[in-house]
């Protein structure tokens, strides 16, 4: 790996961690806020707000686990980059499951506004599909390692990838679309 490539790579991976977690401490916020108004919501809510919290929390510790790993312990070691690491194959099942969880209660928002099941049931189904294919994309990652995954398995993120944008854009478009209905008062 030439010196340049891995300037960019390692700066790429510490900017990249920085920001997630600069989202991170944001949704620890938001989660505090929640917490403190002592909204009297129901357990399954409660339940949603403090797994999708930890998974968060698991999910950035990977980061920085890795980060430390590449940036401390094997400083001076580029070939450390092509070699599997369990965070980062760990941090693609915990974004997975808070795709899950977020993607889904959305998708009960919509079910609820609506009346209608079509719709949020083809996005259960997305976030089903999506986490599963976090799944599948963790375990080949970590049998194949980060090389030959990359040269081999690229199209499988970008289905997955594509799988979860498509369920975050229904489901926004669908919420966008019944709470303008409710707020103006229109049926179609």
């Known amino acids: 790996m030439s010196s340049d490539s891995l300037q960019v790579t390692l700066g790429g991976l510490l900017v990249s961690v920085l920001i997630a977690t600069f989202i991170y401490s944001i949704s620890c916020f938001q989660a505090f806020s929640y917490w403190r108004s002592k ?20 999910h950035t510790l990977c980061f920085w686990f890795y980060l430390y ?41 919509v079910y609820m506004l609506s009346g209608k099941r079509i719709i949020p049931m083809i ?30 398995w690229e199209l499988f993120p970008t289905l997955n ?12 478009t669908t919420l966008c679309y019944y709470l303008h209905q409710m707020k103006t008062g229109t049926r179609s």
């Not at 580029?78 to 915990?94: A, G, K, N, Y």
């Not at 996005?123 to 995954?149: H, K, R």
């Open 39 to 58: 909204f009297n919501d129901r357990l399954g809510i409660l339940v949603l707000v403090w797994a999708v919290w930890l998974f968060e929390t698991t």
């Open 161 to 172: 990838i594509a799988v979860d944008l498509s369920v975050g854009v229904v489901n926004t």
């Open 123 to 152: 996005c259960w189904i997305g976030c089903l599909i999506e986490g599963c294919g976090s799944v599948g994309i963790a375990v080949v990652l970590y049998l194949v390692g980060p090389v030959e995954f990359a040269a081999k």
């Open 69 to 109: 790993t590449i940036m401390v312990k094997y400083y001076g070691i580029p070939e450390e980059l092509d070699q599997r690491h369990w965070s980062i194959t760990m941090s693609i099942v915990f974004h997975g499951l808070i795709t899950g969880c977020v993607q889904s209660y959305y998708s009960y928002r």
